[in-house]
DNA sequence: CATGAATGAGTCTTCATTCAT
DNA sequence: TATGAATGAAGACTCATTCAT
């Protein structure tokens, strides 16, 4: 593992047990075995590290949706499938996803404008998919798509908050279970 | 208005703007009008003034889930008006709602505990709730009431995230559609 | 000595023995006897001290020139006692006037304009003295007023780098000498 | 351009623009396209770079200064002369210049003495100068040569701080106003 | 000759908290 | 009740220099 991968690897464990303020960049570099003067060779800031970490999530789950949502089998199942990904992938990579999901306001202005234009397209693709649906009478109307992502991301959001690796619940089983719950409260 | 409500009213602001961790109790005290002693004269801590304003709101919230569920109505329509009713009372209590949704594990390790159990209970009995219609066979019993419960949740706490008070939806719209979407997806 | 006292004139001594740049914060507040929290209780900054002893220097002897300026001697008397004036004032508070000669441009931008303006207007009225002698056909003219004070303030400012009170040259020596070739080199 | 004049040509620069703490080793070998192990191949140090700058300077005006001082005219055309010479070639080598001036005291204890020497050197080959034109009755005596040296060379110094190569006076400008100044201060 | 990763000591600044008054 | 001066520990970041390659 490379220094920058080290450093990388620390910060998200740490971030994610204690949230981007509380934790110290000599925490960070202690972990990773390298002095300050290291990561300050290879990342500009501690917000760049930040920012790196949440890049490498937005970027997978975008790509995945991305697919997911081109694929050609009925919007209903497209869904399903998009939904239980986000899920699935965000449990894999759990440490990661806790930063992403709760660290977006510790930005500093400028990284955080270029974060919210990448994040309102996973945004607007997840929607499109709703509209699609109720476009084709598949999907209830009568709540607007905009509504009802973000009601879904709250739910995904907030695993960070209560769901653990170790208890009965397997990835796949939330992620069922929410999709199922998405999908659900969409029939017409 | 008190001095000690002053401080509450100024801390709920900054917090719920900036994040419990950016804000210096030197603002608080600033935008209050009083000076940091009179701060200490009334709160052990920066820390107590964030326990003050958890409180209130949870308080609030149990006080009225206890009522709207314990009502007579078909348990549908409980479900509904008390999934309705916490984003209302959320919004109408955004800054204190924003502190309370965003800023859970800043508190410290003692007050944390007490916190935690209180906030078990609210949605214990919000799951009893959904446990009920499952019960009675009103509601799909292939997802977990636990499940369900969390995911909602998420929705709820996400709301600090993209709701405006300015924006088209008023906190009863957003009130109905999240409700709805609850509701609609427990159709067994 | 009040504390702010105190730490302007450890900071005074300090920037004049080894200029701004080469004196760190915590051997200010060493000398003073005070914590650098204290410091930063009185002083936004370690640029403020620098601001607060310049200021003293520049307002002394504005006010000065100012008064001699405006005496109703023959111009060349007022000129000389000018010139002579400002380098025994400058002798007698050696240490603030060498951080003012030599720490001019370690100043953060929005102080060093302010700073610069009111230099101007010493400067100018210093040059209304050679232009009023000028005028008055006592001072040669091919020699602009301009460059004339910019010449004899060179002589002022490099005061720092040579005079020692510790040699055989009284302050007021050294003004004469000073006054006497400014005075003599405008004879026409 | 060899690689260790581009070094040189670059700390210059920057040197004059910011002061030689203000500069960053980095910064140098950026604007130079080499790298920082390059520059350490080349010179032992930042003060190494320092030094070497200093010493053209001076070299270069000890050498004309001996030469114009050895000349055969009268003692005053040779005093205006130099006084007007050392104005000149400052000017048209200002960035050397404005180094040599203004970072005097950062050097490093070893070299600062070395320098100091060769300093005097011209210090008092200047002072000679004047030293003749007093035993010959043509320069007054009642103020020391010595002083009027230190008065002139301030006046040269500060040419860093004022002159600008964009305005109406140039070099010959200066030169001669400043000549004119010293030797019309010298008049019995 | 030259690179550039890495060091380690040092920089200024912030801030929750205490305490004499 | 309330002040505000003072603390002390911690914070992010900088930079001249070294060294294996």
């Given amino acids: 593992m490379t220094v920058p991968e080290r450093l990388i690897s620390a910060a998200t464990e740490l971030f994610a047990a204690k949230g981007f303020d509380r934790v110290a960049v000599q925490e960070i570099v202690d972990r990773a075995g390298v002095t ?4 300050y060779h290879y ?13 490498s999530v937005l970027r997978m789950q975008t790509e995945r949706l991305e697919k997911i949502a081109a694929g050609d089998g009925p919007v209903v199942e497209r869904l399903h499938a998009a939904a239980s990904d986000v899920i699935v992938t965000s449990i894999d990579n759990f440490d990661q996803a806790k930063v992403y999901f709760r660290s977006a306001d510790h930005l500093a202005e400028d990284k955080r404008l270029a974060m ?15 509209e699609e649906g109720q476009a084709a009478g598949v999907f209830r109307a009568d ?23 170790d208890g009965v619940l397997s990835a796949e089983d939330v992620g069922r279970h929410y999709a199922d719950l998405l999908v659900g409260s969409l029939r017409p």
């Fill in 143 to 165: 709540v607007p798509a905009d509504v009802t992502v973000h009601y879904y991301f709250g739910a995904v959001h907030h695993l960070a908050t209560w769901y653990s690796p």
């Fill in 116 to 130: 919210r234009s990448e994040r309102r397209r996973y945004h607007e693709r997840f929607r499109a998919l709703v």
């Fill in 36 to 39: 300050k003067g290291a990561m």
């Fill in 43 to 55: 990342f500009g800031s501690k917000d760049d590290l930040l920012h790196e970490i949440y890049g």
